[in-house]
Nanobody
Framework: QVQLVESGGGLVQAGGSLRLSCAAS????????MGWFRQAPGKQREFVAA????????YYADSMKGRFTISRDNAKNTVYLQIDSLKPEDTAVYYC???????????????????WGKGTLVTVSS
């Protein structure tokens, strides 16, 4: 079992930055790949980025390249999502999720995750 708790969301002005955190716990979380997803009001959930615990390999949705940076701190069992140059359209609930490390980027980006956090709300004002 893997438990995921997101934090770091809030209200920010357009152009600002935020760093979201996802604290992971559980017996075998290190064997999972971690991903960030978001769901804006009235829209479907979309993939943002993913990272492996072991090598720190990363993968981004094409639309997220440039302003989003995923990273992890193995010592703290925490995955981060840095968002720069925030735009009002970045307003969404951001979710952290875990998938087996054997999952492909295709599977992960498609949302085939085994565990999900409850999300943290990011609101960007114009």
């Amino acid at each position: 079992q893997v438990q995921l708790v997101e934090s770091g969301g809030g209200l920010v002005q357009a152009g600002g930055s935020l760093r979201l955190s996802c604290a992971a716990s559980g017996r075998t979380f290190s064997t999972y790949a971690m991903g960030w997803f978001r769901q804006a009001p009235g829209k479907q959930r979309e993939f943002v980025a993913a990272i492996t615990w072991s090598l720190g390999s990363t993968y981004y949705a094409d639309s997220m390249k440039g302003r989003f940076t995923i990273s992890r701190d193995n010592a703290k069992n925490t995955v981060y999502l840095q968002i720069d140059s925030l735009k009002p359209e970045d307003t969404a609930v951001y979710y952290c999720a875990a998938a087996p490390a054997s999952s492909s980027w295709y599977e992960i980006s498609g949302g085939a995750m085994h565990y999900w956090g409850k999300g943290t709300l990011v609101t960007v004002s114009s």
